[in-house]
């Protein structure tokens, strides 16, 4: 039981929440007439020392931050009940009701809004990532993130701007807080909310990415209205429906910050926030692009495809040259002489359909000459988050897959050789392997340079998350 005035100062109000030994209360601050927020612990039958370590770690957190939309650290001290002691810390109070509540209150949430929650919100999760040791929430979720109701007076200025104020928005409850630093060399914690939580978080480990996590399923549930926890799962990835249409870019985004695996996920809220903002940008490749390259590496966060162009090397124009001189010879000789029967005859048709017939015939020997001397095919490697292939294109038309389909999670091994000098290829040669299981998936990299093959294979190494073996 807890006294109606703590440290002769409090004054308690009412609570506003319980749960296993600890106890949450609006208070009245009777030397500032201010409302705050006591959190209460207790060595109650369920109370465990792990408990103490977090309520004396959020206490240590909150003393360091200062940031408008975080609970300010008031006060923290020790005091007396009638069988045993307790522990308290004293916040801020912000008026404002949780994400949770607005959902609940049957409150939708359009595009606009929810992008400009998750603006605010990444904004705090920068600064808290920003700190020395980087601070990490771990129980980002609807109940601990509060939006305040729109002012009369931030309301009319929006409407003069024509804009859409959305509200100030609060992180609270940094009862499982962790800095990075607490992390090493010691027995983690296991906290935070089904739904809400990374894959990793259950293994005890949590990383500024973590949170992002629980953001990307926050804004999920305003999107949806349903706690990711009700929605189905493929591959540990939550799919959703939204209940109001909203753009793929936010969708891909969304997704991305609920990647399972942690390589797969933005890494930080600094990036998350670039992505949000500029969704084309988020993707850069690792490099630029050599110069003159014939390759083209299309990169996205779901699909990566590179497409080699065939080598066209001098005599291959020369005989291109050549036989398109023959070509147009032909085409000139064989025309002169229909024209000549077409005079004849004195059929001016008969004289332009022959001319007709030899354009068609010297151009389709013109191609198969090309095709026989210069072999037109380019090389395409396809990887996405299911599959990779390899294939072959002739003229813009998929010639014959080089190997067979094989699934992405198979892909093991990276590999850049050099190959010694053949008959064939009587110089040493770069190529670059691909192991799915078994299954080798190499490209063929003779005729492109150290700059290109190197360009290739570190595009490849960063999608793939694997390292680059000789």
Not at 238 to 258: G, H, Q, R, Y
Not at 283 to 310: F, N, Q
Request: aromatic share 10%; hydrophobic share 40%.
């Amino acid at each position: 039981m807890v006294e109606r005035v703590l440290k002769e100062r409090y004054a308690i109000q009412q609570g506003l929440g319980k749960n296993a030994g600890r106890q949450t209360l609006l208070a009245c601050d009777l030397q500032t007439q201010e409302l705050v927020v006591i959190k209460i612990l207790t060595f109650s039958a369920d109370f465990q020392w792990d408990d103490l370590k977090l309520f004396e770690r959020e206490a240590e957190t909150l003393q360091s931050l200062s940031h408008p939309a975080i609970p300010r650290y008031l006060d923290h001290f020790e005091f007396p009940t009638p069988k045993t002691k307790g522990f308290a810390l004293v916040q801020s109070y912000i008026e404002a009701k949780s994400l949770a509540e607005w959902v609940e209150s049957g409150r939708n949430f359009n595009e606009k809004e929810i992008k400009q929650i998750a603006n605010k919100l990444l904004e705090i999760l920068i600064y808290l990532q920003h700190q020395n040791p980087p601070v990490i929430h771990r129980d980002i979720k609807p109940s601990n993130i509060l939006l305040a109701d729109r002012s009369p007076l931030k309301q009319k200025h929006s409407a003069l701007n024509k804009g859409g104020w959305l509200g100030e928005v609060y992180l609270v409850d940094f009862g499982s807080v962790q800095t990075l630093a607490a992390r090493e060399g010691s027995t983690v914690t296991v906290v935070g909310t089904y739904g809400y939580m990374p894959p990793e978080q259950f293994g005890g480990r949590a990383v500024p990415a973590s949170d992002l996590y629980g953001l990307g399923a926050t804004l999920i549930y305003l999107v949806t209205g349903v706690h990711p926890a009700e929605l189905p799962q493929e591959d540990l990835r939550i799919n959703f429906e939204p209940k109001n249409a909203i753009s793929s870019d936010f969708v891909d985004w969304l997704e991305w910050m609920t990647e399972p695996d942690l390589n797969s996920r933005l890494t930080s809220a600094d990036r998350a926030l670039k992505a949000l903002e500029k969704p084309r940008e988020a993707i850069p490749l690792v490099v630029p692009k050599p110069a003159r390259s014939r390759v083209k590496i299309t990169k996205s966060r779901k699909s990566l495809e590179i497409i080699i162009s065939p080598y066209r090397s001098l005599w291959s124009v020369i005989f291109e040259i050549l036989g398109l001189s023959f070509i147009l010879f032909f085409a000139l000789f064989a025309g002169v002489v229909f024209i000549r029967a077409a005079f004849i005859t004195y059929s001016w048709f008969l004289g332009l359909f022959a001319v007709i017939v030899c354009c068609f015939v010297g151009i389709g020997i013109f191609i198969s000459i090309n095709l026989i001397i210069t072999e037109p095919s380019s090389t395409r490697l396809h990887l996405d988050r299911k599959q990779i292939f390899l294939t072959s294109n002739w003229l813009g038309f998929v010639r014959y897959n080089l190997r067979p389909t094989s699934p992405r999670m198979a892909i093991c091994k990276l590999r850049s050789i050099v190959n010694k000098p053949t008959e064939s290829r009587p110089y040493p040669h770069r190529d670059i392997q691909i192991w799915a299981g078994t299954q080798e998936y190499k490209l063929i990299t003779s005729h492109l340079t150290d700059g290109e093959i190197d360009w290739i294979a570190g595009e490849l190494s960063e999608w793939l998350n694997l390292p680059i073996s000789e």
